[in-house]
T-cell receptor
Framework: DTEVTQTPKHLVMGMTNKKSLKCEQH?????MYWYKQKAKKPPELMFV???????INESVPSRFSPECPNSSLLNLHLHALQPEDSALYLC???????????????FGPGTRLTVL | AQSVAQPEDQVNVAEGNPLTVKCTYS??????LFWYVQYPNRGLQFLLK??????LVKGSYGFEAEFNKSQTSFHLKKPSALVSDSALYFC??????????????FGSGTRLQVQP
């Protein structure tokens, strides 16, 4: 299984809602990532988990809260978002981070988030 | 610091003709270099990477890229373009020496349009 899955595919939420994005991989990868991508722009790194521990937080606002419950799952909890947070949210995974800078990342199809 | 530049927002090529998508990079040490492709409303798909060894790297779907250290370039090429190659292409770099960061830096992307 060489696939990263993400649910839901689309999400519309109000600024007072709480929602979660989910990501799953069964490739045995120990590094997992959240990216935000605006239309026609490159992905922007948000968070990196390595062995279920938060390794990188790219100064992301606290209204985004990541969670890695186990080595296969990655969640992104959303609360009190702003309309400018509307974007495609991509999850990715790769083999272990340490000593593995040359490992490619495998991306999921993304969740298209719209904040009203 | 690491950075990557894709100087062309869009490349147009006729089906059957060779294509080139340009990428130049800047790192303090030696690079790991990657190419990804993104189809509309989809995640990124890995095409190929340069780690070490041969400067000509072959990847998926008939794509190849040539690493040129003196010109700090990693251009993506294909001998004969297909209409189905039309997509958004991203070059990405990691600096081998920047072990603290451990994250990819993406270029701004190049839209490839292959005309029938």
């Amino acid at each position: 299984d060489t696939e990263v899955t993400q649910t839901p595919k689309h999400l519309v939420m109000g600024m007072t809602n709480k929602k979660s994005l989910k990501c799953e991989q069964h490739m045995g990868h120990r590094a997992m990532y959240w990216y935000k991508q605006k239309a026609k722009k490159p992905p922007e790194l948000m968070f990196v988990y390595s062995y279920e521990k938060l390794s990188i937080n790219e100064s992301v606002p606290s209204r985004f809260s990541p969670e890695c419950p186990n080595s296969s799952l990655l969640n992104l909890h959303l609360h009190a978002l702003q309309p400018e947070d509307s974007a495609l949210y991509l999850c990715a995974s790769s083999q272990e981070l340490a000593g593995g800078l040359g490992n490619e990342q495998f991306f999921g199809p993304g969740t298209r988030l719209t904040v009203l | 610091a690491q950075s990557v530049a894709q100087p062309e927002d869009q490349v147009n090529v006729a089906e059957g003709n060779p294509l080139t998508v340009k990428c130049t990079y800047s790192v303090s040490g030696n690079p790991y270099l990657f190419w990804y492709v993104q189809y509309p409303n989809r995640g990124l798909q890995f095409l190929l990477k340069y780690i070490t060894g041969d400067n000509l790297v072959k990847g998926s779907y008939g794509f190849e890229a040539e690493f040129n250290k003196s010109q700090t370039s990693f251009h993506l090429k294909k001998p004969s373009a297909l209409v189905s190659d039309s997509a958004l292409y991203f070059c990405a770099v990691r600096d081998r020496a920047d072990t603290g960061r451990r994250a990819l830096t993406f270029g701004s992307g190049t839209r490839l349009q292959v005309q029938p």
